[in-house]
C-alpha cells in the first residue's frame, strides 16, 4: 500500500509534468519511434532474461568492463544518494547502483523494459531501493535538483540533446554528476563495421551512429565542468575474441600508443563523459 510519502512523490511529479512546456512534434516522433524499437527489442528476449544480477568487477562484459567501471567510480560515493538512470532498460544497471548505496529511480520510454526492470528489483530483493518509471528524458516529470547523480549507458546518443541536456541539468543537484558511458563515432573503419560486419550481440541497426566530440563539447556549455575519457582503440577487438583478465593486453596497448600518439584517441569506440553542476 502506498505511503503517505509515496503519495505526496507521486504529486509532485504529476504537478512538475503539468507544469513542463509540449515538446515539438518532431521530438515526440522521435520519441515513440524508439519506444516501439525497445518495445520490440525488449519483448524478444524478455521470457530468456535471467532477472538476477551478480555483482562484482567481473559483472560487466569484458569489452565494456573498464569502461563501466570508470563510470561507476566518476559518480562517487553514492551511499545515501538519490540516482536517475536514464534509458535504464531492464535495469541492469540500476542493479548495481543499488549495490554501491543508492536509490535509483531507473527510466526508459519502453513500457515493456521497465516492466522487467520492476521484475528485477524485485527478484533481486531490492524494490524498496529503487523503481522503474516509463518516461522521456526529454521531458522528465521531476522535480528541480532533486537527484544526486544521473547515469546512462550508451543513450545520449539516441535523444534530442537540445531538449534532453536541459532536463538533466535541470533535476540535478548543485554539484552533483551526471556520468554517461557512450559509444563514439568519430573513427570510420569502426562505423563501417557497425553497418556491415556481423558480430557477438550486435545490436544497432544500419546507419546508427555514436557521439561526436563536438556534441560532447556542445552539451557540456550547460555545465560547470566536463571531463571525456575515452576508451578501446585497437582493444574494441575484444569483442571479436574471449578475454578473463581484468585488463586484457590490447588494453595495456591502448595505453601506450594514445600516451605516445594523444591525437589518436578521437578513433576510440567507447568515451565516459562526466557532467558536472
Request: aromatic share 8%; hydrophobic share 40%; net charge negative.
Amino acid at each position: 500500500m502506498p505511503t503517505n510519502v509515496d503519495r505526496n512523490y507521486r504529486q509532485q511529479v504529476e504537478e512538475t509534468s503539468s507544469a513542463l512546456p509540449d515538446l515539438p512534434e518532431t521530438v515526440e516522433s522521435h520519441i515513440e519511434h524508439e519506444r516501439a524499437r525497445y518495445d520490440a527489442q525488449f519483448g524478444k528476449r524478455r521470457e530468456n532474461e535471467n532477472l538476477l544480477v551478480k555483482y562484482g568487477t567481473e559483472f560487466a562484459p569484458n569489452d565494456l568492463r573498464a569502461a563501466m567501471l570508470y563510470s561507476f567510480d566518476q559518480l562517487g560515493d553514492l551511499r545515501g544518494k538519490r540516482v536517475l538512470e536514464i534509458g535504464g532498460g531492464t535495469g541492469w544497471h540500476a542493479i548495481m547502483l543499488i549495490h554501491r548505496g543508492a536509490y535509483v529511480v531507473t527510466t526508459d520510454v519502453s513500457p515493456v523494459g521497465v516492466e522487467v526492470a520492476r521484475e528485477r528489483l524485485i527478484v533481486n530483493g531490492m524494490e524498496q531501493q529503487g523503481e522503474a518509471e516509463v518516461v522521456a528524458a526529454e521531458k522528465m516529470p521531476f522535480e528541480n535538483e532533486s537527484f544526486d547523480a544521473v547515469y546512462g549507458v550508451a543513450v545520449l546518443h539516441h535523444l534530442d540533446l537540445p531538449h534532453a541536456i536541459p532536463a538533466i541539468h535541470r533535476v540535478l543537484k548543485p554539484g552533483g554528476r551526471a556520468v554517461f558511458l557512450e559509444p563514439l563515432s568519430e573513427n570510420p573503419l569502426l562505423d563501417f563495421v557497425r553497418d556491415y560486419v556481423p558480430y557477438p550481440s550486435k545490436k544497432s541497426p544500419f546507419g546508427h551512429r555514436g557521439l561526436k566530440h563536438a556534441t560532447i563539447d556542445e552539451a557540456a556549455r550547460s555545465f560547470r565542468l566536463t571531463e571525456t575519457r575515452r576508451f578501446y582503440l585497437t582493444s574494441m577487438a575484444n569483442r571479436l575474441i574471449s578475454q578473463q583478465t581484468s585488463i586484457t593486453p590490447l588494453e595495456k596497448l591502448d595505453e601506450l600508443l594514445i600516451a605516445r600518439f594523444p591525437k589518436l584517441h578521437r578513433y576510440c569506440r567507447t568515451a565516459v563523459v562526466t557532467f558536472e553542476k
